[in-house]
């Protein structure tokens, strides 16, 4: 028979308690704003911890082929989930902010050359999400994040060890999800349907073609309304051409090697696809995907940005305890860590009702398709 279990045994109280010292051998030898942060930061790490999971379970969902329908739902919930827990971390910074730029700098010194850099679960939540090494920001002068995650002596901490097995668990979220969305049914036809880069190829020619008629009623309006002068109509006349070329270039996928062409074009038409056309049934539920990935990444980048924020208010733009730009690096890293690119492009790409494209057989996006 198991023995009464009591709160404090099964949520570990005292263990937890017991670690707020940071490297003092007692908590009594540090002040309240010392183990504010250790607490805080702490707290951080354990809703990383909870986001890891959400992310591996809808990873795992859309690794399968084929995905359930039935399960799109509970996908969504999880990315909804992340996306709070990185709205929650970032009130903490509220509290942060009560601390003066001179009661951090007693014991700023300590934390030298530690550095928030050095969260492994932070490096494991952008390796699982699909951030790629090309893609990140040097920290200092680290030939590779990885090396910051090194011991002093340069051997493998636990840090490193956690970071480099996430490295080798594939695929990424994006990569599973880019495969969940390339299989999308473009007007009923599927890859490795007869004909089927025939239908792509035509749902893109008819999107430009819609693409053509805003560019030229936007232009249109622009020019009756703003324009006062001919330098004025030439500028919007170019910044309008411009944004139609970018939507050919998208579409087409000219902005990616040939080799890897005839998947991104699949996928950029795929997501305009389900996007332009949520309100069919079977296309509800992938709607409502698209949405909670953008939701999960824009709070993780609402995040980044409070962070830069409350990092300048206490102590400005002095160099990072890890060698970093300190404020400007966290910057760069909210700017530029973008990683479903494809799904936010989209939104740029998306024509009114009026000028979308007719799906071919709706029917076959009902609930019961032949």
């Not at 404090?8 to 263990?15: A, G, P």
């Not at 090494?133 to 200092?140: K, T, V």
């Not at 530029?336 to 009702?353: D, G, H, N, Q």
Request: charged share 25%; net charge negative; hydrophobic share 40%.
């Amino acid at each position: 028979m198991a023995s009464p279990t009591s709160y404090w045994d099964y949520i570990r109280v005292e263990e937890l308690l017991a670690l707020q010292n940071g490297v003092a051998a007692s908590e009594q030898d540090i002040g309240d704003d010392e183990v504010r942060f250790i607490v805080i930061h702490q707290i951080d790490e354990l809703w990383f911890k909870v986001a890891l999971r959400e992310l591996v379970t809808a990873r795992n969902l859309f690794a399968g082929n084929p995905v359930p329908e039935s399960a799109l739902a509970f996908a969504v919930a999880g990315l909804r989930r992340i996306a709070m827990i990185f709205e929650l971390a970032a009130q903490h910074f509220k509290l942060m902010e009560t601390m003066r730029t001179q009661d951090y700098l007693t014991f700023r010194d300590k934390l030298n050359p530690a550095s928030g850099f050095q969260s492994a679960q932070m490096r494991e939540l952008e390796i699982l999400l699909g951030l790629e090494d090309q893609e990140r920001i040097p920290l200092g002068n680290e030939a590779s994040y990885l090396e910051a995650l090194r011991s002093h002596d340069g051997s493998p901490s636990p840090a490193f060890e956690r970071v480099q097995r996430r490295l080798l668990d594939k695929p990424s979220l994006k990569g599973a999800v880019d495969g969940w969305l390339h299989r999308t049914p473009i007007d009923g036809s599927s890859p490795g349907d007869p004909g089927d880069t025939a239908v792509v190829e035509r749902f893109i020619a008819e999107y430009l073609r819609g693409h053509e008629r805003l560019y030229q009623r936007a232009l249109d309006h622009s020019v009756q309304v703003q324009a006062l002068t001919k330098a004025d109509e030439e500028r919007l006349r170019g910044r309008y051409h411009g944004q139609l070329a970018g939507a050919r270039r998208h579409l087409n996928a000219d902005d990616v090697a040939a080799a890897d062409r005839p998947f991104r074009k699949r996928l950029r038409a795929a997501i305009l696809f389900i996007d332009s056309n949520r309100k069919l049934p079977l296309l509800s539920w992938p709607g409502q995907i698209i949405d909670g990935l953008i939701e999960c990444e824009q709070a993780m980048l609402a995040f980044r940005q409070r962070h830069a924020r409350m990092v300048e208010r206490v102590i400005g733009r002095r160099v990072g305890t890890g060698g970093s730009d300190g404020v400007a690096y966290l910057d760069n890293t909210a700017l530029k860590y973008r990683v479903f690119t494809e799904i936010w492009a989209a939104r740029t790409l998306l024509l009114p009702p009026d000028l979308t494209p007719p799906v071919g057989d709706a029917g076959w996006y009902g609930l019961v398709h032949e």
